[in-house]
């Protein structure tokens, strides 16, 4: 008789498989996620502060950098922003209705209605912000005179100089002068 040569064929256990060939795959795998999201951020850190240094560092460097940058972020957001002071909106709403006023003074064809309605709508407008505006401030606080409404602001026709010479006219401020 022939010896018998046994053909087993070895068997590998689901552990040993796992150990020898899924985990180094699977560690691979996780460390390619991870170098790729750190790529990313290095990209939006270097875009959001606007310097390519952190392009040259390395991973951990580059993390406390991003860390440090939105901590920074963090604390701007949760400072206060200044509201812009009403008395500059005022000012540039003023000169707006004066730019109105002038440009509808020298237009030919403009209606001397159109125009009073206009004005009058705007000067309404600036009165309902100054009463918003003094509803808004504590009682305390003394308040300005106030200027003179949009509606008289220059764009006036003849039937209007005759009415606006009988009314009195408001005392105007002199303007200071370092001269």
């Known amino acids: 008789m022939a010896p018998q040569t046994s053909n087993q064929s070895t068997f590998v256990s689901k552990t040993q498989h796992y150990l020898k060939v899924k985990k180094p795959l699977l560690e691979r795998q996780r460390r390619a996620r991870m170098n790729k999201c750190l790529d990313t951020l290095k990209t939006l850190v270097a875009e959001f ?12 460097e ?19 922003v200044a509201p812009l002071p009403m008395d500059s909106f005022k000012n540039g709403y ?30 309404v407008e600036f009165q309902r912000m100054l009463q918003a505006d003094q509803a808004d401030q504590p009682s305390t606080q003394i308040s300005a005179p ?8 220059g764009y006036h026709s003849d ?21």
Do not use: Y
């Open 49 to 60: 502060q606007g310097d390519d240094a952190i392009l040259r560092m390395d991973k951990a």
């Open 62 to 80: 580059m993390l406390e950098a991003a860390l440090v940058f939105m901590r920074k972020q963090v604390v701007e957001q949760q400072a206060p």
């Open 94 to 123: 003023m000169n707006a209705v004066s730019e109105i006023s002038r440009v509808m003074a020298c237009t030919p064809a403009m209606s001397v209605d159109v125009g009073k309605t206009v004005m009058t709508h705007l000067g």
């Open 146 to 153: 106030r200027p003179l409404s949009p509606a008289s602001s």
């Open 159 to 179: 039937a209007e100089e005759s009415e606006s010479a009988a009314s009195p006219k408001p005392a105007q401020d002199t303007m200071w002068r370092p001269w």
